[in-house]
């Protein structure tokens, strides 16, 4: 029986984001430049979509490109944004066909002009499907998100429009790029590395990590399947005790 088969579709996470790692990786091993890596990435890309809108999961987050990673090589960059443009127009149809909505979060402005505007197309294309959410990380890193939030908040304390005392926990979360979405109940990470890569620390603070050493290339149906299958047999207490969580689960069936 493989690990499809095994998943309860009716506890299957709302929402699972993934950090794909291991491009460079998989392309040195197999005597190719870093580039065929990104290149081989996007069937990993398209075999994780397929898998999380085949278990109904409604939110699908993936850190595409991070704000450091400007600091890589231009062909690299320029690779990435080529790729990032022909997935696009490529896969196209299949999120039209599956009615997945896609969207971005991230400084985008940053994003060259034709990325952007290819972007900024196919999210309009994809805005009124009604299934899976996939959200692009682009240009993204979590402390540029806190920051922005910061200052939206300092605008609107400027403003009068709020006051410090009135600064709560929702303040912040409705600041984020991420306003409206719930926070992940899953993070995946490919490649063996055992960080989270400045990558939705607010969103993740009880999230569930899961840690494979495959490389993103390399991941495909069943790798998705077989840390959905993990999370399934984890307690998520939140802070209770194991016996408060049976109580509470308790009264919630009565």
């Known amino acids: 029986m493989g690990y499809r088969e095994q998943i309860d ?11 794909m790692d291991g491009n460079g990786r ?10 065929r890596g990104h290149e081989k990435g996007v069937d990993a890309v398209r075999n994780t979509v ?37 997935s696009l127009h490529r896969e196209m ?3 039209m066909d599956n009615k997945i909505r896609l969207t971005a979060i ?3 402005k940053t994003l060259p002009p034709k990325s952007y ?21 682009l240009s993204y890193s979590s402390r540029w998100e806190l920051l922005e939030a910061a200052r939206t908040i300092a605008e609107k304390v400027g403003r009068g429009d709020l006051t410090p005392d009135q600064i709560d926990l929702s303040t912040i979360t409705t600041s984020l790029t991420t ?32 840690f494979t050493t495959t ?14 299958l993990d999370f399934q047999h984890r307690e998520r207490r939140f802070g209770l005790t194991s016996e408060q969580l049976n109580e509470l689960e308790g009264t919630q069936r009565k």
């Open 215 to 228: 490389l993103w290339p390399d991941f495909c149906k069943e790798d998705f399947f077989k840390a959905i």
């Open 26 to 35: 998989w392309a040195r091993k197999q005597g190719f430049i870093r580039t």
């Open 179 to 210: 306003a409206g979405i719930p926070d992940p109940e899953l993070l995946i990470r490919t490649s063996g590395e055992y960080r989270v890569s400045n990558f939705l620390l607010w969103q993740i603070a009880y999230t569930e990590l899961y």
């Open 93 to 95: 149809k299949t999120l």
């Open 9 to 19: 579709k009716k506890k299957v996470p709302v929402h699972v984001a993934v950090i």
């Open 50 to 86: 397929e898998a999380a809108a085949e278990l109904g999961i409604r939110y699908l987050t993936l850190y595409a490109f991070s704000t450091e990673n400007w600091n890589r090589p231009k062909y690299e960059i320029d690779a990435l944004m080529r790729i990032l443009v022909n």
């Open 106 to 108: 991230g400084d985008l």
């Open 117 to 137: 505007l290819e972007l900024m197309q196919a999210i309009e294309k994809t805005r009124d499907n009604t299934g899976l959410t996939l959200l692009l990380a």
